[in-house]
């Protein structure tokens, strides 16, 4: 394990070696959407989109646990007690998502997520779902122009 203690009394960072290298997800197309309207159960008004990662990515481990499928299974069937599915389901992606440059609403950088699920807790429901998208593999703006 590495070490750093520099001169600003950082904390020890443990050095991975990752078996599957990580995979970089440009943010640019993450927003959150202010002034959405839902009326039973649907979306009537998206609302506005705010870009609030433009510039920013996100680097995630390419493969899912048994333990982040069960999580999205019980996010998606318990509605009543989804606060502690939703929990589970960060904790998951916590061990997934190895990095990013992201910052919060002050534009200060955000904690590291690594095996760090509150921190995943902490951002918007809009935030998570693209996390969750770029986690699951599907199409963002940015592996679109890519291809």
């Known amino acids: 394990m590495a070490k750093n203690n520099g001169p600003?009394?950082?904390s020890p960072v443990k050095a991975t070696k990752w078996k599957i290298p990580p995979m970089r997800v440009e943010s640019d197309d993450?927003?959150?959407y202010i002034g959405r309207v839902i009326e039973d159960g649907e979306i009537t008004d998206d609302g506005t989109p705010h870009h609030v990662h433009v510039g920013e990515w996100v680097e995630l481990l390419p493969c899912r646990s048994l333990a982040e499928i069960m999580a999205l299974a019980e996010v998606g069937a318990a509605a009543q007690s989804g606060a502690g599915s939703i929990r589970t389901l960060c904790q998951e992606l916590s061990k997934r998502v190895t990095g990013w440059n992201w910052t919060g609403m002050d534009s200060e950088?955000?904690?590291q997520p690594y095996e760090n699920p509150l921190v995943l807790e902490s951002l918007t429901d809009d935030e998570l779902m693209w996390?969750?998208?770029?986690a699951q593999g599907k199409e963002t703006t940015a592996t679109r122009k890519n291809a």
């Open 8 to 10: 600003s009394g950082e």
């Open 30 to 32: 993450c927003a959150i």
């Open 109 to 111: 950088p955000l904690p």
């Open 131 to 134: 996390v969750l998208s770029a």
